[in-house]
C-alpha cells in the first residue's frame, strides 16, 4: 500500500486536486449549449459566451458573460500564472519520471511497464483522459509528459 499512499499524496498535492476531486455536476446539455454560443477574442484575450435566462415575464433573454484563462486559473485553483512554461525541458521531465518510479533507460520511449504499480495505473488514465487518442495509452507522448510534470 505504500506505493499507493505515495500517489496519492502526489495527486492531493497537484495543482489540478481541485478540478479532480471537486463534485461539481455539469450536465452535457450545458456544455453542448455553452460550445455553441462561445467565441474567443484574440485581441481582447477573453472568452465570450451567451446564455440564455427567464426574466420576469417568462421570456428568453440573451446574458453575454465574459472571461479570461486567468479566471479559470482562479476558479479552479491552479495556483499558476500565464507566464509560466507550457512545455518544461526534457531533463526537468525525466527527472521527475525516474523519482515517479521509472527503472528504464534514460533515451527510450517511456511505457507504463516500465514504472512502479501505482503509475502503470495513473499514466493510462492521464494519457485517456487528456489525450486525443484513440488508442496506445501505454506510452505517453511529450506533452502528456509535460502535463504530469506540471501535476507535479
Not at 460550445?35 to 459566451?49: F, G, H, L
Not at 495513473?122 to 502535463?147: F, Q, T
Request: net charge positive.
Amino acid at each position: 500500500m505504500t506505493p499507493y499512499k505515495d500517489m496519492e499524496k502526489f495527486l492531493r498535492e497537484s495543482r489540478v486536486n481541485k478540478a479532480l476531486t471537486d463534485r461539481t455536476i455539469v450536465y452535457e446539455s450545458h456544455v453542448r449549449m455553452f460550445w455553441k454560443s462561445v467565441r474567443y477574442d484574440e485581441k481582447e484575450k477573453m472568452i465570450y459566451s451567451a446564455l440564455q435566462k427567464k426574466d420576469e415575464n417568462d421570456k428568453d433573454v440573451d446574458i453575454e458573460i465574459k472571461f479570461n484563462v486567468g479566471d479559470l486559473r482562479r476558479v479552479l485553483e491552479l495556483g499558476d500564472s500565464d507566464d509560466d512554461p507550457t512545455i518544461f525541458p526534457e531533463r526537468l521531465c525525466k527527472g521527475l519520471w525516474f523519482r515517479m518510479g521509472f527503472i528504464g533507460h534514460v533515451n527510450v520511449k517511456f511505457l507504463k511497464s516500465i514504472f512502479s504499480k501505482p503509475y502503470k495505473f495513473l499514466i493510462p488514465c492521464i494519457v485517456h483522459a487528456l489525450s486525443h487518442r484513440k488508442g496506445a495509452y501505454d506510452e505517453p507522448s511529450d506533452y502528456i509528459m509535460n502535463i504530469i510534470t506540471c501535476l507535479r
